[in-house]
T-cell receptor
Framework: GESVGLHLPTLSVQEGDNSIINCAYS??????FIWYKQESGKGPQFIID?????DKRQGQRVTVLLNKTVKHLSLQIAATQPGDSAVYFC?????????????FGTGTRLKVLA | KAGVTQTPRYLIKTRGQQVTLSCSPI?????VSWYQQTPGQGLQFLFE???????NKGNFPGRFSGRQFSNSRSEMNVSTLELGDSALYLC????????????FGPGTRLTVT
């Protein structure tokens, strides 16, 4: 499949451990955030979202934390599995910029070690 | 429910030519957004269409254009192709109302030689 990013930061995690992927977003006016997972040869896949009126949101095996003070977003994956290996992107939607006009982060490559 | 489909999946064009890419959104979704993904620039927003109207636009030159049909299917066109237009072009569909969730297709890989 195509290379999403040649020089992406990489996080290597042992299978079964928890993973934490971080994202610094750019616009203090952003009020909606999404985490996406992109596997080689595929389009980004929606994982979880959070609005700016929340600090934390949990899904199945995933948790997103939002710290508006320092403009930081994190994605926690519990009990990481080989199928979690992919590139993970955060996306922000600045208030007033237009619905669906997202700004994407550069991405982090997650490698799960057996 | 079928996901977002994009055609063609792969395309090779020569500099100076034009190209048209197609996107069929998830049934019931009225908003279609287009993105360009390159290793150097990452994912960049091109434009978004809703009810056949361009609702949002990114910072791309006028060579990049799009349209949406009454059945919500969308096409994007790139004229006078440049080598730098080589990229993965992704489309994403959404309900188009206050729901912000966006679902991506597999993309069209465009190579300009």
């Amino acid at each position: 499949g195509e290379s999403v990013g040649l020089h992406l930061p990489t996080l290597s995690v042992q299978e079964g451990d928890n993973s934490i992927i971080n994202c610094a977003y750019s616009n203090s006016a952003s009020d909606y955030f999404i985490w996406y997972k992109q596997e080689s040869g595929k389009g980004p896949q929606f994982i979880i979202d959070i609005r700016s009126n929340m600090d934390k949101r949990q899904g199945q095996r995933v948790t997103v934390l939002l710290n508006k003070t320092v403009k930081h977003l994190s994605l926690q994956i519990a009990a990481t599995q080989p199928g979690d290996s992919a590139v993970y992107f955060c996306a922000e939607n600045p208030r007033g910029s237009g619905t669906y006009k997202y700004i994407f982060g550069t991405g982090t490559r997650l490698k799960v070690l057996a | 429910k079928a996901g977002v489909t994009q055609t063609p999946r792969y395309l090779i064009k020569t500099r100076g030519q034009q190209v048209t890419l197609s996107c069929s959104p998830i049934s019931g979704h009225r908003s279609v957004s287009w993105y360009q993904q390159t290793p150097g620039q990452g994912l960049q927003f091109l434009f978004e269409y809703f009810s056949e109207t361009q609702r949002n636009k990114g910072n791309f030159p006028g060579r990049f254009s799009g349209r949406q049909f009454s059945n919500s299917r969308s096409e994007m066109n790139v004229s006078t192709l440049e080598l730098g237009d080589s990229a993965l072009y992704l489309c994403a569909s959404s309900l188009g109302d206050s729901a912000y969730e966006q679902y991506f297709g597999p993309g069209t890989r465009l190579t300009v030689t």
